[in-house]
C-alpha cells in the first residue's frame, strides 16, 4: 500500500515561495501519474497541478498557470510542488495523490490514495 506525506507548507508573505514535498513509501510511485489538490476553509477540494508518469507531461489549474511548478524525482520516490508569487486566495491545505494510470487526471474522485496534507497560509 502506498503511504504518501506532505511538507514544506507554512506562513508566507504575499509574493513569497514555498516549495512542497511529497514523499511515497510502501510501494514506488515511479509508474504512475501524480497530482496536488488544494482545500480552502468552507470550499470543495480542488485541482492544483498534475503530472504524468514520466514527467513527459504536466498540468495545472488556470488560476496557478505560470506561478507553480510540479516536478517529480522517481529516485526518491518524491512529487514536489514549486509555488511562487503566492497569493492570499492560494491559502489552503495542500494535498497529493496518486492515480494508478500513467496519465494525469484533474478529478478527486480519480486518485485513489492521499497524503494527510500540509497547511499554506499566504499573508496579505
Known amino acids: 500500500q502506498v503511504h504518501l506525506v506532505e511538507s514544506g507548507g507554512g506562513l508566507v508573505q504575499t509574493g513569497g515561495s514555498l516549495r512542497l514535498s511529497c514523499a511515497a513509501s510502501g510501494r514506488t510511485v515511479s509508474n504512475y501519474a501524480m497530482g496536488w489538490f488544494r482545500q480552502a476553509p468552507g470550499k470543495e477540494r480542488e485541482f492544483v497541478a498534475a503530472?504524468?508518469?514520466?514527467?513527459?507531461?504536466?498540468y495545472y489549474a488556470d488560476s496557478v498557470k505560470g506561478r507553480f511548478t510540479i516536478s517529480r524525482d522517481n529516485a526518491k520516490n518524491t512529487v514536489y510542488l514549486q509555488m511562487n508569487s503566492l497569493k492570499p486566495e492560494d491559502t489552503a491545505v495542500y494535498y497529493c495523490a496518486v492515480r494508478f494510470s500513467s496519465y494525469y487526471a484533474t478529478s478527486v474522485k480519480d486518485y485513489p490514495i492521499w497524503g494527510q496534507g500540509t497547511q499554506v497560509t499566504v499573508s496579505s
Open positions: 503530472i504524468t508518469r514520466g514527467a513527459t507531461s504536466t
